[in-house]
T-cell receptor, first 111, second 117 residues
Framework: EDQVTQSPEALRLQEGESSSLNCSYTVSGLRGLFWYRQDPGKGPEFLFTLYSAGEEKEKERLKATLTKKESFLHITAPKPEDSATYLCAVRTNSGNTPLVFGKGTRLSVIA | DADVTQTPRNRITKTGKRIMLECSQTKGHDRMYWYRQDPGLGLQLIYYSFDVKDINKGEISDGYSVSRQAQAKFSLSLESAIPNQTALYFC????????????????FGDGTRLSIL
């Protein structure tokens, strides 16, 4: 069974304190890994797609990386407006589900 | 205006009632999806549609049905609502013409908060 596990469940950072969120996956064959940001009362907002191990993508203070077993979302010098829940999802070669989502990491950045 | 619009945004109803949640999109995407999100759980796929004539069950389709009335409209129905269907429901779309084949990102609406008493 395809599984996606995100850690930690919640993370509290001081403004400017860099850190990383983890998304580990156990799938039969990875076709793509997606990162989303979700604000309270809103739908998930697409951030990145990663296709193969070694790939990296950046957007402002966020950088996503991918290995054969996990992905990291690095947050450099975060600001309070980066506070949100970050969701990871995978697209696999098997099964009928287009995307399998993790439960998310709830990030709070304190000024 | 939002590209993916869900109505209603909030709904409170009683056990046994029939409920329809609606989703419309102006993105011109062929593919549409319905998810539910429960506190502490990931998004779970209910149904998805790759075009007007194509409907597929997701992980948790029992107790739900859908209708794809047009390319831009995809409705989710609860025929006889029960309390454990209380959740946040999201509609999403994707465009098979963008990105790597099979790896198009999904674009979400802002959800319908459904409470069943």
């Amino acid at each position: 069974e395809d599984q996606v596990t995100q850690s930690p469940e919640a993370l509290r950072l001081q403004e400017g304190e860099s850190s990383s969120l983890n998304c580990s996956y156990t799938v039969s064959g990875l076709r793509g890994l997606f990162w989303y940001r979700q604000d309270p009362g809103k739908g998930p907002e697409f951030l990145f797609t990663l296709y193969s191990a070694g790939e990296e993508k950046e957007k402002e203070r966020l950088k996503a990386t991918l290995t054969k077993k996990e992905s990291f979302l690095h947050i450099t010098a975060p600001k309070p407006e980066d506070s949100a829940t970050y969701l990871c999802a995978v697209r696999t070669n098997s099964g009928n589900t287009p995307l399998v989502f993790g439960k998310g990491t709830r990030l709070s950045v304190i000024a | 205006d939002a590209d993916v619009t869900q109505t209603p945004r909030n709904r409170i109803t009683k056990t046994g009632k029939r409920i329809m949640l609606e989703c419309s999109q102006t993105k011109g995407h062929d593919r549409m999806y319905w998810y539910r999100q429960d506190p502490g759980l990931g998004l779970q796929l209910i149904y998805y549609s790759f075009d007007v004539k194509d409907i597929n069950k997701g992980e948790i389709s029992d107790g739900y049905s859908v209708s794809r009335q047009a390319q831009a409209k995809f409705s989710l129905s609860l025929e006889s609502a029960i309390p454990n269907q209380t959740a946040l429901y999201f509609c999403a779309t994707s465009d098979p013409r963008t990105g790597e084949v099979g790896n198009q990102p999904q674009h979400f609406g802002d959800g319908t908060r459904l409470s069943i008493l």
